[in-house]
């Protein structure tokens, strides 16, 4: 499992250091300031997430059961938080009628949320010796 979720980190890392650059270079010119801080806003998210991954891949203060649900509820969090963001905010430069994408945003981030919270649920009911 816990190959499987680095492996997952490191493809969303690079896929956000993609979206990144492509945000900061090819969609200057076509997007508003304000599409483009939303689009960043996507990227950030998506790369916090990565990086939460490789925490959770790496470490022994989990079981293989929480690593998995916590794999799951990022790996849905950032696809809805940070992939409804990335088709809200180009939205006019594609022509594509996102609209009915807002109410997936929050609940992507409720999916990332609950993922943190099962982290330090289970960190907290470690017994230590």
Known sequence: ???KIIAVAAFMGAVAIILGAFGAHGLKEILSESQLL???TGVKYQ???ALFLLFVGTTGLLSETSKKKILWLTGLGVLFFSGSI???STATATGLEVKFLGPVTPIGGMLLIAAWI???AKIFSKKTD
């Open 86 to 88: 990335y088709l809200l």
């Open 1 to 3: 499992m816990d190959k």
């Open 118 to 120: 099962l982290l330090f």
């Open 47 to 49: 790369m916090y997430h």
């Open 38 to 40: 939303t689009f960043e």
